[in-house]
């Protein structure tokens, strides 16, 4: 069974710093994409951050670059969100989610789902003074 389970949320305020946990199970970590993605209360889930399952790449949301930081350690099999200089518009429920690269073809195309194998239940972040 897979399993992905985020922690590290909480309340913060303006300018600080949060730093989420994704620790995954029934997976190999290093075979997957591993990406961060948040919804605020009445706005679309929105991609803020992703790394490759080689480790090399890394990619960030507008708002994201210059201020998050994904990692993994995958000794640990877990992936990491930091989150500096917080502004109050980054309160979201943050998801943990992994796509196994072989599966992009199928799931944008030929079943025109998400491309999305698992979710992790989220985690609340609230900026605010």
């Known amino acids: 069974q897979v399993q992905l389970v985020e922690s590290g949320g909480g309340l913060v305020q303006p300018g600080g710093s949060l730093s989420l946990s994704c620790e995954v199970s029934?997976?190999?970590?290093?075979?997957?994409?591993m990406n961060w993605y948040r919804q605020a209360p009445g706005k679309e889930r929105e991609l803020v951050a992703g790394?490759?399952?080689?480790?090399?790449?890394?990619n960030y949301s507008d708002s994201a670059k210059g201020r998050f930081t994904v990692s993994r350690d995958t000794a640990k099999s877990t992936v990491y969100l930091q989150m500096n200089s917080l502004r109050p518009e980054d309160s979201a429920v943050y998801y943990c989610?992994?796509?196994?690269?072989?599966?992009?073809?199928?799931?944008?195309?030929?079943?025109?789902?998400?491309?999305?194998?698992?979710w992790g239940q989220g985690t609340q972040v609230t900026v605010s003074s």
């Open positions: 989610a992994a796509l196994h690269p072989s599966s992009l073809f199928r799931h944008c195309v030929l079943w025109r789902t998400e491309p999305i194998d698992y």
């Open positions: 029934g997976l190999v970590l290093s075979a997957f994409d």
């Open positions: 790394i490759s399952s080689g480790g090399y790449r890394t």
